[in-house]
């Protein structure tokens, strides 16, 4: 036999002659008695973390709502999430293509159904209020809402993957506040509109159906609106982000106060004899093949009031005299109700800038 079998043999024997040794009460001379006699078994008592963050969910809960609306293709899902800022049914998520169609659907935590209308948004920032017929219900108070600093541990509620539909509970994540940036220094990177301070969480919030979500503290202070999937252009990173609620709460009172308003029909407007017209003003927009078929600029006329506002190709319309416009037979809707003598103020997206033109037949 040769040396190395020799040597593996001597091995394997000596760690099955310490294994039994180990194994035999006997052997052990430090080893005591084991005695049958009943011994306590003390409670698992929860982790003080683990049990603040199920007390803290259970309040913050009745507060979120899920939204449904437009998509439902790859890509669109047609789900994302909001929460209450008032007992009587206000409800703030992000302004999103889900909003993009005449019915919207909400559901409470309790599994109740709701219908929803948008009461206003401001897509400079990407709020907005919707509205359900619903009185006493749990709601964050805005007014209580808190700053975060770095390492800051907070809890982020949303709908992801829209795996809740009826009376099931939010999904609830636990990071911490990794930073605190401004979004316009990432321009060319990530792509958004709002240029604001955000919190960067380390939480993956960045998911379908989490834009809208809560950020809050462990306390469950409200402290920020998860923020829609951002991709960065470069690496194919996505950015887990929540915008602070002090950054948003002046349109939020401009929203609520109706100085914001979505564009259609109003009871107190009536049209003037002669109006805006696209023609008029020099502009055509991309053919209406669709219910909510996005404004989009598609010619403008040379020597016409538009090219002298600096209108281009491709803009997008957010916004006539501070009326949210979703779609092009909106835009046109609100021309109508502008008389031909008055200017008309625009808000449009250029790429990732926003740019403001007035618009006026002299």
Known sequence: MSRIAILFTVGLLTSLSQFSFAQDPTALPDRQPETTAEQPVEPVVPTQPAAGFARVSLDTFPKLVKVYGAGGIRGLEPYQSGFLISNEGHILTVWSYVLDTDFIAVTLDDGRRYTAKVLGADPRIEIAILKIDAQ?????????????RLGQRVLAYSNLFGVATGDEPYSLMHGVVSAKTKLHARRGIYETSYQGTVFVVDAITNNPGAAGGAL???????????????RNSQSATWLNYALPIANLQQAIDDILSGKVRPAGRDNERSKPAESLTLAGLGLTLIPDILAKTPPFVDTVRAGSPAAAAGLQRGDLVLFVNDRV???RSAFEEELSYIDRIDEARLVVQRGRELQEVTLQIK
Do not use: P
Not at 136 to 148: A, E, I, K, M, W
Not at 221 to 230: F, N, T, V, W
């Open 136 to 148: 006493d219900t749990d709601y964050f108070n805005l007014t209580d809402s808190v700053d975060l």
């Open 325 to 327: 416009i979703s779609s």
């Open 216 to 230: 809050t503290d462990r306390r469950g202070r409200l402290a920020g609106l998860l923020g829609k999937e951002l």
